[in-house]
């Protein structure tokens, strides 16, 4: 059964970080492009991060310089290390990939208080 679950989410204040995880079972994760949606209140899903099986990775201009996006193969699983949150961070956070037949996890909610 292919699962991608992530963790990690709670309420932090502004400027404070989180580590988001997303932990892969059931499928081949190291040769999986994964990325790392958000969803904020009443708005529309967007890419926050990506990173390739390869390890390159790419950044929404919102979160470049305080998001960062890893992977560790051996433990099936991605990450997003988010630093120097803010109120407009708030969302919920998704990782997907599109290997395969395209998977999406249940989503983890960060809430940001200004």
């Known amino acids: 059964q292919v699962q991608f679950v992530e963790s990690g989410g709670g309420l932090v204040q502004s400027g404070g970080s989180l580590r988001l995880s997303c932990a892969a079972s059931?499928?081949?994760?190291?040769?999986?492009?994964m990325a790392w949606y958000r969803q904020p209140p009443g708005k529309q899903r967007e890419l926050v991060a990506g990173?390739?099986?390869?390890?390159?990775?790419n950044y929404a201009e919102s979160v470049k310089g305080r998001f960062t996006i890893s992977r560790d193969n051996a433990k099936n699983t991605m990450y997003l290390q988010m630093n120097s949150l803010k109120p407009e961070d708030t969302a919920v956070y998704y990782c997907?990939?599109?290997?395969?037949?395209?998977?999406w996890g249940q989503g983890t909610q960060v809430t940001v208080s200004s």
């Open positions: 997907h990939t599109n290997g395969g037949l395209g998977y």
């Open positions: 059931g499928v081949i994760f190291r040769i999986f492009n």
């Open positions: 990173i390739t099986s390869g390890g390159s990775t």
